[in-house]
């Protein structure tokens, strides 16, 4: 049964209403003769649809009364009004959901006014419901479609990001198969240097005229060995001396090197993290990584200022990636290297990996220190991050994967120096196929007392010492040869002379000739670029060990 309040001022006017509206079938809940009562009943009653008399006592009309209701109540208002002036319809018409009957009324007509007014009512509820339930569920669809645009549009920027990390990796790795492959022809010829100038000082008076000049080559040829010997790592030539150690005490160490190299303007900020934090890469090609980015925090500022070095764990829970880095999930050791230099722009910024790249003035900078240290850092199984932007300082972050401290390697023992004597007596087998190295290698034997056999590959050593009616002491010979490679030879030198010494040279570290088959135990190694006086020892100590 709908719920009807009654505003109307006329007592008798109102009876009427209320018995007709019960024969009718409603239920008046009320009935107000002031806008003020009909507010408060309005309130009390909550009913289904008002009737209201538009000229009613009081300092409140019915349209006013009406608007008042609505404003706290959702309930259609009919208005009863004796004329039709347009202008008081149009007043109630803004109140909102009416309908109105002019009296006198029919019953039917009140009726059917009221009947009409609630289902239009109804209507409009639902209408409402529905209109914000679609419109919730576009704001749904909405969010959703926004949502999917940030992803593709992440999808597309991290695409891009990875694109021009595999243009930027092609070329250094092209850059650092040319810079290799230079420095380790390079090598030889240093060692031709190194060796010639050597022996003439070691012939010439020193305080003769010549003594100087000699000595200037000699000098020059120690800092070009120093190089190529950065160009190798670059082009990963040189296989990394893996160990674990710990990150903040290298970096306190690294630092007492350092200070004195900064100067005085600069000063140094350490934040390290309180935990020992374990790493797993080439000791003293970290200090390189530490002391190059230093360095160049210190030439960024030529009128002084700071660097801050701090260490931290960073764990990466989703892949990490950006214009310089893609940290797969793991944890990280975090070193940052952060100065308030010169700062660099876009331009510069997409270059500084790249080896010979430099700003600085001829003579000034190589262009080979971010380019080592890049290379470091990825072999290591690391990467390296850098944000700065000019007159706004450089920050460089540096990701090393963290190591179980349980591997952490105890600091190897010095080895015990050698007593043996030098005999600098025997015969020498010598197979190198570069000649000038061959001539060179010879003569500094010659020199100090030995019989070399020298061949200029593996097949000419094999058929010298089938020829040779002496003694063979010592097999010397280069590991990459046109014809057989050293391995072989020493393989085959050893069937016809057992347990014969031999010293492997190369170009080549250590580490790498593990390719050709030797373990690295078993042989004594002779790095080129080498001095006379680093041959003439390992020739020695050789052959005193098979004593
Ligand atoms: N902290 C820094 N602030 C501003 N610019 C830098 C910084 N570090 C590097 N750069 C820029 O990157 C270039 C390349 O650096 P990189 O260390 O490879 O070579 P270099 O310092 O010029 O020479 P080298 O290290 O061989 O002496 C620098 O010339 C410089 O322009
Ligand atoms: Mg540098």
Do not use: W
């Amino acid at each position: 049964m709908n719920r009807i309040l009654i505003v109307e001022d006329e007592a008798i006017v109102s009876l009427d209403i209320q018995n007709r509206l019960q024969r009718l079938g409603y239920e008046v809940v009320g009935i107000a003769d002031t806008g003020l009562e009909a507010l408060e009943l309005a309130r009390d009653e909550q009913p289904d649809i008002v009737l209201m008399d538009i000229h009613i006592y009081g300092d409140i009309d019915g349209i006013e009364t009406s608007r008042l209701i609505r404003k706290e109540i959702d309930v259609p208002v009919v208005f009863l009004t004796a004329n039709s002036d347009k202008n008081t319809i149009q007043r109630a018409q803004e109140t909102g959901p009416f309908a109105y009957v002019i009296k006198p009324f029919k019953d039917t007509e009140l009726n059917s006014t009221i009947e009409i007014a609630l289902h239009r009512h109804k209507l409009e509820k639902e209408l409402e419901t529905r209109v914000q339930e679609r419109t919730a569920e576009l704001a749904r669809v909405n969010d959703q479609l926004r949502r999917e645009v940030a992803e593709s549009q992440r999808i597309a920027r991290v695409n891009a990001e990875l694109e021009q990390q595999l243009r930027q990796s092609q070329r250094m790795e092209g850059l650092g198969q040319l810079a290799g492959g230079i420095a380790h022809d390079f090598n030889n010829m240093l060692t031709i240097i190194k060796g010639y100038s050597e022996l003439v000082l070691g012939s010439i008076d020193q305080s003769g005229p010549l003594y100087d000049d000699v000595n200037m080559v000699r000098e020059a040829a120690e800092r070009a060995t120093a190089l190529t010997s950065k160009l190798l790592t670059f082009g990963r030539r040189q296989p990394l001396d893996i160990t674990t150690f710990e990150i903040n005490t290298t970096i306190r160490s690294a630092l007492d090197m350092l200070r004195p190299l900064l100067g005085e303007t600069v000063r140094v900020e350490t934040e390290l993290h309180p935990d020992p934090l374990f790493i797993h890469t080439d000791a003293s090609l970290f200090d390189q990584v530490i002391i190059n980015l230093s360095v160049n925090a210190r030439d960024a500022m030529p009128a002084g200022g700071q660097i801050n070095i701090s260490t931290a764990i960073h764990s990466v829970q989703t892949e990490q990636i950006n214009r310089f880095i893609n940290l797969p999930p793991g944890a990280y050791a975090l070193m940052s290297i952060r100065d308030t230099g010169i700062g660099m722009s876009e331009e510069i910024l997409n270059r500084i990996f790249e080896p010979f790249y430099t700003t600085k003035n001829t003579g000034k900078g190589t262009g080979l220190g971010l380019a080592m240290v890049y290379s470091i850092v990825r072999q290591s199984g690391g990467q390296i991050d850098v944000h700065s932007a000019p007159d706004k300082g450089t920050n460089f972050d540096v990701y090393l994967p963290l190591a179980d401290d349980q591997e952490a390697t105890v600091a190897q023992e010095e080895p015990v120096p050698s007593t043996a004597q030098a005999v600098s007596q025997g015969t020498v087998l010598l197979a190198e196929d570069e000649q000038v190295v061959r001539d060179l290698t010879a003569r500094i034997l010659t020199d100090v007392g030995f019989d070399v056999l020298s061949a200029d590959g593996g097949h000419q050593a094999v058929a010298l010492a089938q020829q040779h009616e002496g003694p063979i002491d010592l097999l010397l010979t280069d590991v990459v040869m046109a014809d057989i490679n050293g391995c072989e030879l020493a393989r085959q030198i050893s069937q016809r002379i057992p347990s014969i010494p031999v010293v492997f040279m190369s170009g080549h570290s250590r580490a790498s000739l593990a390719q050709y088959g030797v373990q690295q135990e078993e042989f004594a190694f002779l790095q080129k670029p080498f001095s006379p006086q680093n041959l003439i020892d390992i020739v020695n100590e050789a052959l005193s060990k098979r004593l």
